[in-house]
């Protein structure tokens, strides 16, 4: 089975820190996502990655970047946290959509 | 402006009956469809997908309707269980520029009455 591990379950950062969110699969998928969940907004994707090194905006990249230098791991970085971005963070990979995605267990993100 | 809707964002059915979930998308591009299924602190997990070629999958209690003419797909689930309950998310596969992503809709979230 596809294994999609990110690094923390639940995360407290202050508002104006760098946060790094990390996410590792091991299937030698060519494309990873992230996404976040929000209530009433369902699974809004920010950036992804279907190569080592290359990435592309999803439909909310604002203060948000990441980084794909190795093939399983992609990492989303927070350059300057706000309280908006309070949220659950969401890594995926996948081979093609049509195999689906797999998730993983998801990052609670909390900024005070 | 939002491609994939799901427009009833809960639903209450008793154990045993039929639980219906609805999806509509407007880009009549779309011709790969999928549904997720999310408990609490968990990530989705993939349920079952249609492709545009066929107007119903069936797995198990599953099965995905396609209606293409309506731009519309529904997901049925009987006998609907307690464990069912979870928040359903409809997703489409939306290939741009040779680059392949699943635009989601906001999510159902089913309760299973015993």
């Known amino acids: 089975d596809v294994k999609v591990t990110q690094s923390s379950r639940y995360l407290v950062k202050r508002t104006g820190e760098k946060v790094f969110l990390e996410c590792v699969q091991d299937m030698d998928h060519e494309n990873m996502f992230w996404y976040r969940q929000d209530p009433g907004l ?71 | 402006d939002q491609q994939v809707k799901q427009n009833s964002p809960s639903l209450s059915v ?62 049925h689930i009987v006998p609907s269980q307690p464990g069912d309950s979870a928040v359903y998310f409809c997703a489409a596969s939306d290939v741009q520029g040779g680059s392949e992503k699943l635009v989601f809709g906001k999510g159902t979230k089913l309760t299973v009455n015993p």
Not at chain 1, 78 to 95: D, H, K
Not at chain 2, 44 to 61: A, C, H, Q, V, W
């Open chain 1, 42 to 112: 369902g699974l809004r994707l920010i950036y992804f990655s279907y190569d080592v090194k290359m990435k592309e905006k999803g439909d909310i990249p604002e203060g948000y970047s990441v980084s794909r230098e190795k093939k399983e791991r992609f990492s989303l970085i927070l350059e300057s946290a706000s309280t908006n971005q309070t949220s659950m963070y969401l890594c995926a990979s996948s081979l093609n959509s049509l195999d689906g995605y797999t998730f993983g267990s998801g990052t609670r993100l909390t900024v005070v």
């Open chain 2, 14 to 75: 008793q154990e045993g009956r039929i639980s219906i979930l609805n999806c509509d998308y407007t880009n009549s591009m779309f011709d790969y469809f999928l549904w997720y299924k999310k408990y609490p602190a968990e990530g989705p997990t993939f349920l079952i997908s249609i492709s545009s070629i066929k107007d119903k999958n069936e797995d198990g209690r599953f099965t995905v309707f396609l209606n293409k003419s309506a731009k519309h797909l529904s997901l």
